[in-house]
C-alpha cells in the first residue's frame, strides 16, 4: 500500500515534466541570394484588374487550364495591378492576351497596336453591356438621374467602361457634365474597384456610383445588395474583349481563337468554365466591332492619348 | 521530539499542501508549457495562415514590394517571430526577411502539403530553438508556395519560466493562506481533543465531574418555555436533555438513552441544540461520566450493601457452632467458617484455595475425596457420623455433604456442615444406661416388693426365736446373724422400693434450718460415739421453701450417713446453711473430713447401685435417691472432693445443695 501511494506519487509529479520535442539541426550560416529564373516560351494572359486578383485568378484560371490544355501554349496568368499597368504591360509586350473592357481596349489599340480577335457574349445572353448608376435604397432625394446633380460621385476607375465611361456619356447626354457633380471619385486600387464603389455608396460615403452591370451580384455575399438601389440604365456597348498584343504570333492568335470558339455553354465541362469566367461565351471579333466606343470616348472628352 | 496531535495535523495539512502544490506546480508547469507551445504553434499557423491570405494577391500579381512588405511587418508582430519567408510552387524562395542572404537550409527544413492546414518543425539553430511553421499558399486548388514563419521557442519557454514563478509564487501563498486558514479552523478541533484527553485523565483518575462540551447557548427551558425546576435537564447548562433520564417535558419519552434518542431526534429542541460532531461527542462523553458517576455510586452502594451481606452472613457462619465448608466442583475450598478453622486448628487463609490434600493426612484426604467426588458425580447429599481424632481426645462429628447445583442443574460445588456431637453421644450412652438402670429398677422393685413379704415373715419369726433361746447359746447368735441380716435385706428392698416407686408428696411451706436442725438431732448422738463431731452454722434468718420436707430431710440424712461413713471415726461434719446466688435460692453445704471421691468416681457416684462400701456395707442406691429428690424440688447438686473451702491435701468432700424457694418472697420479707 505504502510503495502504492509512493508510485502514484512519483506518477502525479513526474507526469507533468513531459518529453521534449525533437528538433532538426538547421545552419543558417550557409545563404544564397535570390535570382527569379524566367519561363522561356510563356503566352502571358491577364485580366483587366477590374476585381481583386483573387477573382480575376478564380474566374480565368479554369479557362487558362482549358486553353493551356487545348492549345498547348504554355499560358500563364499574370495579375497587373491596375488599368495603366495593364495597359503598359500590353506596351511593353509582358502581356500577351489582353483580356479588358472596350475602353481600356480602344486604348492599347490605339497606343500599342493591340488587336481584338475575340470578345465574350455576357450571361445575360447579349454580346454587349452596361453601365449601372447606384444610389442607396433609401436615399430618398435621388429619384431620376436629373437627381445626381450636385451629387458625390465615385467612378470604378476614369479607364473604366461600364463604370465610368458609359455613365459619364449617359450623364451628358441627359445634360448633365463632371462641373455638375459636387465631386467626382475614383475607387481607390489596386484591385476589386467595382466593389469599392458599391461598399463606398453602401457606406454613404458617396452619393451615387456606377458600375458595370453585374456587379452586384458579385458583392452579393459580402452586403445587403436590397440596401442598394439602380438609379438609371447606360446603354448598352460592345463588351468585354480578347486582344493579342502587337507582333504576337498569328498562329497563336488562331489557336487561341479556336479554343475559344470550341467553348460550348452546354457542354459540361465547359460550362463550369464559362460560369466561372462569368460570360457564356467567346465569339471572334474585330477592331471594328469597337468603333461606338471610340465615338462614345470621343464625345464624354476622353483622349485615347492619356 | 514527539509530536503532539496538534502537530501532526499541521505537519500532515503543510506535507499534504506542499505535495499537492508540487503535483500542481508540475501539472501546471506541463500543462503551462504545452499550452504555451501549442499556443505557439497555433500562432504561428494563425499568422502562416493569415499571411497565407494576405499574399495570395502578391504572388499573383509577383509585387515583390507587397510581399516584403507583408513578410517584414509579420516579423515586427512581436519579437518572438525570428524569420517570415515565401517559397514558390517549386521551393524557391520568393521573399523573406533574411537581412544578407537566404539561409539554404530552411528550404527543405519543414515541409507542407496543399491539403495540410499547416506543418510545425522545431528547428536547432544552435543558438535557439525554433518552431518553423510552414502554411501552402492556395488560390482555387492551386498552389502558389509555400509561407514560412518562424517563432523562437526560447522566448516562450522565457514566458512559461515568468509564469510559473508567478505559479510558485501563487502556490506559496495559497499554501500560507490554507495553512493558516487551516490553523485557524484546527484550532478549535485541537482544543475540543485536549479537553478531551483532560477530561479522560481525570475520568482515569475518579474525577467524573467533567465538563468537556461547552457552555450551552441556547437550552431547552427556553425553547419549550419550561418551568419544571424538578426536571433534571432544567438550568442544566452542561448537559443536553436527550441524554438525561427522567426528563419531565410532555413530549419525552421514558427510557433509557437507546429508547429515547430516536423521539428526541424529532423534536426541535435537538434540532435546533444539536452541533457538530465534536460538540456531540463532548456532550455524550459528558453524559457518559455523569451515567458512569451515577453506575458508579449504584455499585459502591450495592457493593456495600454486599459487602455488609457479607460481613452478616460470615459473622452467622462463624456464630454457627457447627463448622460449614464450600467446595468447588474440583474440591477447592472456597469459602469456610471459624468453626471449621478451629476443627482444623488452622487459619482461614490457610484453608481458603485448599483441596482436602493440603488438609487432611492422606488417607483421610483420599477418602475425603472419593465421598466428595461421588457426592458431584451423582449429586446425591451424604449425611454421616464420624469418629475423628482431635486434640483433647476422639471427637464425633454429625456430617452432612450437600451438592450445589447452578440453574442449569449442573453440580457447581458441595456444602458440608458438620457439628460435634462427642457430648450428644456421651449424654445418649448416659441416656442408654438410665434406660437400662431404670429397667433394673424396676425388676428390682418388682422383686422387692414380692420379698419383702417373705422377709417380714422370716423376720418376725426369727426374732420370736431369738425370743426363746439362751442368749449365750450358738443358736442364739446364729439367729441374731439372720435377724441383722434380714433387716439388711429389708433395708435394701426399702431402698429399692425408694428408688422405683415415686411415693406422693407432700408440699408444705417450711424453715430448712428446722429440718437440718431436726435431721442432726437423729443423728448426732449416733456420730458423736464414733467421735464425729458435726459442726453447723445456719443463716441467721428462717429459710423458707416450698417442698416436701421429709424427702428432703432424707437428703440430708444419706447426706450425714455418707459423710459419717467416709469419716469412719474422729473426724468432723461442717453443715451450713444460707442464701444462694439469689434471694430465691436456698443453699446447703454438708462438708467431710473423710476419705474424699477419686476424680475419676465423682461422675459416677449418682449413678444407681453405684458405691465404694464394701459387701452389706450399702445398696448403691442412697446418692440416687438424694438426686431423683433435688431433681424433683427443681435444684441441684454439686459434688467437690476435696471441697472448696477446705485444704486440698487433706482430702474430704463437700456436697452443695441448691433448692429454689418456691416462694415470690421479696428480700424486705426475708429480713423482716
Known amino acids: 500500500m505504502k510503495y502504492g501511494w509512493i508510485a502514484l506519487l512519483s506518477f502525479l509529479l513526474f507526469f507533468g515534466c513531459g518529453e521534449d520535442e525533437s528538433a532538426i539541426k538547421v545552419d543558417l550560416s550557409i545563404k544564397e541570394q535570390i535570382i527569379l529564373q524566367e519561363e522561356p516560351s510563356v503566352i502571358t494572359y491577364a485580366y483587366l484588374p477590374q476585381y481583386s486578383h483573387t477573382v480575376s485568378h478564380t474566374r480565368h484560371h479554369s479557362l487558362i487550364q482549358y486553353l493551356r490544355k487545348e492549345t498547348g501554349l504554355n499560358i500563364k496568368q499574370i495579375f497587373p495591378d491596375t488599368f495603366d499597368e495593364h495597359m503598359k504591360m500590353v506596351g511593353q509586350e509582358k502581356i500577351d492576351i489582353s483580356y479588358s473592357n472596350p475602353c481600356i481596349y480602344i486604348k492599347i489599340a490605339h497606343r500599342y497596336g493591340a488587336k481584338a480577335f475575340a470578345r465574350i457574349v455576357e450571361v445575360t445572353g447579349k454580346d454587349k453591356f452596361r453601365g449601372q448608376i447606384i444610389c442607396r435604397a433609401d436615399n430618398a432625394s435621388i429619384q431620376t438621374i436629373s437627381d445626381c446633380r450636385h451629387k458625390r460621385w465615385i467612378a470604378v476607375d476614369s479607364a473604366s467602361a461600364g463604370g465610368y465611361l458609359f455613365p459619364l456619356g449617359h450623364f451628358i447626354g441627359h445634360g448633365i457634365t463632371k462641373k455638375d457633380f459636387k465631386e467626382i471619385a475614383f475607387a481607390p486600387g489596386p484591385g476589386g474597384k467595382q466593389e469599392k464603389v458599391v461598399l463606398s455608396v453602401y457606406a454613404g460615403k458617396y452619393d451615387i456610383g456606377t458600375i458595370r452591370e453585374g456587379t452586384l451580384d458579385v458583392v452579393s455575399g459580402r452586403i445587403d445588395i436590397n440596401q442598394i438601389r439602380i438609379v438609371s440604365m447606360t446603354d448598352p456597348y460592345p463588351g468585354w474583349v480578347y486582344a493579342a498584343r502587337k507582333n504576337l504570333d498569328a498562329k497563336v492568335v488562331e489557336k487561341l481563337k479556336q479554343a475559344f470558339g470550341k467553348l460550348d455553354f452546354n457542354h459540361k465541362n465547359h460550362r463550369e468554365i464559362l460560369e466561372a469566367a462569368n460570360f457564356i461565351k467567346v465569339i471572334g471579333s474585330s477592331d471594328s466591332d469597337f468603333d461606338s466606343v471610340r465615338r462614345l470616348a470621343a464625345r464624354v472628352g476622353i483622349s485615347l492619348e492619356e | 521530539m514527539k509530536l503532539g496531535f496538534r502537530g501532526k495535523i499541521i505537519l500532515s495539512f503543510f506535507s499534504l499542501l506542499l505535495i499537492h502544490g508540487l503535483v500542481i506546480f508540475f501539472w501546471v508547469s506541463h500543462v503551462v508549457k504545452e499550452s504555451m507551445l ?145 490553523m485557524l479552523l484546527l484550532n478549535p478541533v485541537t482544543r475540543s481533543i485536549k479537553k478531551f484527553y483532560e477530561s479522560s485523565e481525570q475520568a482515569l483518575r475518579g474525577n467524573l465531574d467533567v465538563r468537556t462540551a461547552p457552555m450551552l447557548k441556547k437550552n431547552c427551558w427556553d425553547i419549550m418555555q419550561c418551568h419544571q425546576i424538578e426536571c433534571p435537564a432544567y438550568k442544566n447548562y452542561h448537559h443536553r436533555c436527550w441524554y438525561l433520564a427522567g426528563t419531565l417535558c410532555p413530549e419525552c419519552v421514558e427510557g433509557e438513552y437507546a429508547r429515547t434518542i430516536d423521539s428526541c431526534q424529532q423534536c426541535q429542541v435537538y434540532k435546533r441544540c444539536s452541533g457538530d460532531e465534536i460538540q456531540t461527542l463532548a456532550e455524550s462523553f459528558d453524559a457518559m461520566t455523569l451515567s458512569l458517576k451515577g453506575n458508579l455510586s449504584d455499585l459502591k452502594s450495592a457493593e456495600s450493601i454486599l459487602n455488609e451481606q457479607k460481613a452478616l452472613l460470615q459473622m452467622i457462619l462463624d456464630a454457627i457452632p457447627d463448622f460449614i465448608s464450600l467446595q468447588d466442583h474440583e474440591g477447592r475450598y472456597i469459602s469456610i467458617n471459624r468453626a471449621f478453622c478451629e476443627m482444623l486448628d488452622k487459619d482461614k487463609e490457610d484453608i481458603v484455595g485448599r483441596v482436602n490434600n493440603d488438609l487432611f493426612s492422606g488417607t483421610l484426604a483420599d477418602h475425603y475425596n472419593r465421598e466428595d467426588r461421588k457426592i458431584l458425580e451423582t449429586g446425591i447429599p451424604l449425611v454421616k457420623e464420624n ?22 442443574d449442573q453440580v457447581k460445588g458441595l456444602v458440608c456442615s458438620g457439628r460435634d456431637i462427642t457430648q450428644l453421644k456421651a449424654v445418649q450412652e448416659q441416656l442408654t444406661q438410665a434406660q437400662k438402670m431404670e429397667s433394673v429398677g424396676r425388676l428390682a422393685a418388682g422383686v422387692a416388693h414380692e420379698i419383702n413379704t417373705p422377709l417380714g415373715i422370716i423376720l418376725g419369726y426369727a426374732q420370736l426365736v431369738l425370743e426363746d433361746v439362751e442368749k449365750d447359746g450358738q443358736i442364739y447368735e446364729d439367729v441374731a446373724t439372720i435377724v441383722k441380716q434380714t433387716k439388711h435385706c429389708s433395708k435394701i428392698v426399702a431402698d429399692l422400693l425408694n428408688f422405683s416407686h415415686s411415693r406422693e408428696s407432700n408440699i408444705i411451706v417450711f424453715n430448712i434450718n428446722e429440718a437440718v436442725e431436726e435431721v442432726l438431732g437423729m443423728v448426732e448422738h449416733t456420730f458423736s460415739l464414733n467421735h464425729v463431731i458435726i459442726k453447723y452454722e445456719y443463716d441467721k434468718n428462717p429459710l423458707l421453701m416450698k ?32 442464701i444462694g446466688k439469689t434471694q430465691n435460692e436456698i443453699k446447703i453445704s454438708i462438708s467431710d473430713t473423710g476419705a474424699g471421691i477419686a476424680k475419676e468416681n465423682i461422675n459416677k457416684i449418682f449413678e444407681p447401685f453405684y458405691t465404694t462400701k464394701g459387701p452389706g456395707e450399702g445398696t448403691g442406691l442412697g446418692l440416687s435417691v438424694t438426686f431423683g429428690i433435688i431433681k424433683e424440688h427443681n435444684g441441684t447438686i454439686k459434688v467437690y472432693s476435696p471441697p472448696l473451702s477446705g485444704d486440698k491435701e487433706e482430702g474430704g468432700a463437700q456436697f452443695i445443695v441448691a433448692l429454689p424457694s418456691g416462694l415470690n418472697t421479696k428480700k424486705g420479707e426475708q429480713n423482716g
Open chain 2, 38 to 182: 501549442e499556443e505557439l504553434k497555433n500562432r504561428g499557423i494563425s499568422i502562416g495562415i493569415s499571411l497565407s491570405a494576405r499574399m495570395v494577391e502578391p504572388i499573383l500579381a509577383m509585387d515583390f514590394l507587397r510581399m516584403k512588405v507583408l513578410v517584414d511587418e509579420t516579423v515586427q508582430l512581436g519579437d518572438d517571430i525570428f524569420y517570415t519567408f515565401v517559397l514558390d510552387n517549386k521551393g524557391n524562395p520568393l521573399i523573406h526577411t533574411f537581412k544578407d542572404g537566404f539561409p539554404v537550409g530552411l528550404k527543405a527544413a519543414n515541409t507542407v502539403s496543399g491539403n495540410q492546414k499547416g506543418s510545425i518543425q522545431l528547428l536547432d539553430t544552435g543558438d535557439q530553438l525554433i518552431f518553423d511553421c510552414a502554411v501552402p499558399v492556395i488560390i482555387n486548388d492551386n498552389r502558389l508556395g509555400t509561407l514560412r514563419v518562424g517563432l523562437f521557442q526560447t522566448r516562450a519557454e522565457k514566458v512559461v519560466n515568468k509564469i510559473m514563478i508567478s505559479v510558485v509564487v501563487t502556490i506559496i501563498l495559497a499554501i500560507l493562506i490554507a495553512g493558516v486558514i487551516g
Open chain 2, 387 to 408: 469418629r475423628v481424632p482431635g486434640s483433647k481426645g476422639p471427637k464425633w462429628l454429625h456430617v452432612v455433604k450437600i451438592p450445589v447445583s447452578e440453574a442449569n
Open chain 2, 547 to 578: 417442698g416436701d420436707k421429709e424427702k428432703l430431710k432424707q437428703v440430708f440424712i444419706n447426706l450425714l450417713n455418707n459423710a459419717f461413713d467416709a469419716i469412719k471415726e474422729n473426724g468432723s461434719i461442717c453443715v451450713n446453711t444460707g
